[in-house]
């Protein structure tokens, strides 16, 4: 159980493009999501915490108007990167809290994004 | 923002040899979590140590946390290649929210 899905595994778009990245709690209802951004060989650094219905509370220094989160329902959460720069290329991580009181969070798989 | 320091961040040893990795912060956490993540995959989370001076064991992997919840500790027995991996530490700050350690890249070599 407490399986979390992420689509696309990874993505190559042009500079200027959007991207949405989708969160998925397979198993398991999540009130709340979280999206890690992780640039190669470091560690993972929180950009925002996904509300469901709400607005996301965005971590500082993340642009709220270029990395777009929204948390339709208990189950889905999606980021989208908006007019993507190659600086914007990372390694794009989400999980989930199944809000069982504890501080346990279930990760996705990742997403690779690439902007040429 | 909370930090948590990692050390060492790099680690290469010989298959059969023991390890630590350390994980140290200034701040106290409600609850340390430690994870390994593999290239191109998320983390996968190893334990959650809660009590102050707690001790898990997961078969060849001790977990210590600290007696003043601000530090924490992985040893490894006898460490073998499917070891390989980063382990992160991150610290739960009570508020759902999670602050990842800087992290130790382990390479056991055969």
């Known amino acids: 159980g407490a399986v979390v899905s992420q689509h696309p595994s990874w993505v190559i778009c042009k500079s200027g493009t959007s991207v949405k990245i989708e969160c998925r709690s397979l198993d398991f209802q999540a009130t709340t999501m979280f999206w890690y951004r992780q640039f190669p060989k470091q560690s993972l650094m929180l950009m925002a915490t996904s509300n469901e219905g709400s607005k996301a509370t965005y971590e500082q220094g993340v642009e709220k108007d270029k990395f777009l989160i929204n948390h339709a329902s208990l189950t889905l959460s999606t980021l989208t990167v908006t007019s993507a720069h190659p600086e914007d290329s990372s390694f794009y991580i989400c999980?989930?809290?199944?809000?069982?009181?504890?501080?346990?969070?279930?990760f996705g798989p990742g997403t690779r994004l690439t902007v040429l | 923002t909370q930090l948590l320091e990692q050390s060492p961040q790099f680690l290469s040893i010989q298959e059969g040899e023991n390890l630590t990795v350390y994980c140290n912060s200034s701040?106290?956490?409600?609850?340390l979590q430690w994870y390994r993540q593999e290239p191109g995959e998320g983390p996968v989370l190893l334990v959650t140590?809660?009590?102050?001076?707690e001790v898990k064991k997961l078969k060849r992997l001790t977990f210590q946390f600290g007696d003043a919840r601000k530090d924490s500790s992985l040893h490894i027995t006898a460490a073998q290649p499917g070891d390989t991996g980063l382990y992160l530490c991150a610290g739960a700050e009570g508020n759902e929210k999670l602050t990842f350690g800087t992290g130790t890249r382990l390479t056991i070599i055969p």
């Open positions: 701040s106290v956490f409600s609850s």
């Open positions: 999980s989930a809290d199944p809000g069982q009181g504890t501080d346990t969070q279930y």
């Open positions: 140590v809660v009590t102050g001076g």
